[in-house]
C-alpha cells in the first residue's frame, strides 16, 4: 500500500480548512442533497463529500458507509487531493498502491473509486467522491459530471466561508474569529491547556492609506495577514478584526514563545516590504493576555483584556 504524499502547502491547507469550521459538525441537508444526486446519477452505492484532516478523512456527507471518518493514510481522497483532476480507480486491487489497503481487502472491500478534489481560496481540502465494490471504468463524461457535482460542493462551501471571513485577507473576520475562537478556548479549558490571545495593530497605518492611497494600504494589509499565517501554527486561531487589528488566539504555548514569534513577524514583515512593490517601513503593536478560567468568561472578555495591553504597548505606558 502507498501512503499519500502530504501537500507541500499543507500548513495553510489545514488553517484554511479548519477556518470552515465544518470538521465534526452534524450532517446538513445541503450537503446530502449531492451525495444522493450522485448516488444516483453514477448507481453507486456509496457517495461522500470528505474533508482531508491533518490525520484523518472526515465525511461531511455519507451515503453508503457507517463510519464518519477513517485514517488519512489509508484514504483514497487524500490521494485525490494531491492533483487537480478527478482521481480515477477502476479497479484498486489491480493497482500497485491500492490493492492491499484495507478499505479494499476488508470492509467496505472499495474496488473502484472516483474523486474530484474540492479547492477553496486555492486549497485542495478534500473531494467529492463515489465508489463501488465492483471495478468499473469512468467515462471522460462521468468525470465532467463529477466536477459538476462538486463545483456546487465549492460553492456551498464559499457560501459558509464569506460569512464568516475577510474579503481582502482571506482571514478570519469579526464573527468567524469570535466563533472559532470561542470553541478553541472551551476545549482547552476542559483539558487544561494554557491559552493566550496576541491584539496585533499596526502602526500608524491612517498615514500610510493617506499619504500612498489606500491601494497601498490594502497591499500592506494582505501582506500582514499572509506573514500572521506563515509565522504561527495552523492550530491557531488568527483573524483580522477590522481595519489594521489583527488577533490570534495560541493554545499550549508560553507568552515568552509568543514573544519570540513576535519579534520574528517584525522581521519577516521589515524583509517582507523590502523585497516587494511596497517599499515602506511599517512596524505593529500587540499586547498578549493569557487566559484564566475565573477573571475571562468568554473570548470577548479575553479580547478587551489583550486590546487593553495593546493599547498599553502601543502608547508605552
Known amino acids: 500500500m502507498k501512503k499519500p504524499d502530504i501537500p507541500s502547502n499543507e500548513k495553510q491547507r489545514l488553517a484554511t480548512l479548519r477556518s470552515l469550521e465544518l470538521l465534526d459538525t452534524l ?39 457507517e463510519i464518519n471518518e477513517g485514517p488519512r493514510e489509508t484514504s483514497f481522497c487524500a490521494h485525490a487531493i494531491l492533483g487537480d483532476d478527478v482521481l480515477v480507480i477502476p479497479a484498486a486491487s489491480e493497482d ?19 474523486g474530484c478534489p474540492l479547492v477553496i481560496n486555492g486549497f485542495r481540502l478534500g473531494t467529492m467522491c463515489i465508489a463501488d465494490h465492483q471495478a468499473r471504468q469512468f467515462s471522460k463524461e462521468d468525470c465532467d459530471i463529477l466536477k459538476d457535482l462538486a463545483k456546487t460542493v465549492e460553492m456551498e462551501l464559499s457560501a459558509m466561508q464569506m460569512a464568516t471571513h475577510d474579503d481582502l485577507t482571506a482571514l478570519l473576520n469579526r464573527r468567524g474569529f469570535l466563533s472559532l475562537a470561542q470553541n478553541s478556548l472551551n476545549l482547552c479549558n476542559r483539558n487544561e491547556f494554557p491559552v493566550s490571545l496576541a491584539y496585533l495593530d499596526l502602526d500608524q497605518f491612517k498615514a500610510i492609506n493617506d499619504n500612498f492611497g489606500h491601494e497601498v494600504g490594502d497591499r500592506v494589509l494582505i501582506i500582514f495577514a499572509k506573514l500572521l499565517t506563515d509565522t504561527f501554527r495552523a492550530s491557531d486561531v488568527i483573524g483580522r478584526l477590522g481595519g489594521d487589528e489583527f488577533v490570534v488566539l495560541f493554545s499550549n504555548t508560553d507568552t515568552g514563545n509568543i514573544e519570540q514569534l513576535m519579534s520574528t513577524l517584525a522581521t519577516s514583515l521589515k524583509d517582507e516590504l523590502e523585497n516587494s512593490e511596497v517599499s515602506l517601513e511599517v512596524s505593529f503593536s500587540f499586547g498578549i493576555t493569557e487566559y484564566e478560567a475565573g477573571k475571562h468568561p468568554n473570548i470577548q472578555i479575553l479580547l478587551s483584556d489583550a486590546d487593553r495591553a495593546m493599547y498599553k504597548c502601543k502608547h508605552n505606558e
Open 27 to 65: 450532517a446538513e441537508e445541503r450537503f446530502d442533497r449531492i451525495t444522493r444526486l450522485a448516488k444516483r446519477l453514477f448507481d453507486v452505492p456509496i457517495a461522500l463529500v470528505t474533508l482531508v484532516d491533518e490525520n484523518r478523512q472526515w465525511f461531511k456527507s455519507c451515503i453508503g458507509l
Open 96 to 114: 500497485l498502491r491500492f490493492h492491499d489497503n484495507p478499505l479494499v481487502v476488508e470492509e467496505p472491500k472499495v474496488e473502484f473509486y472516483a
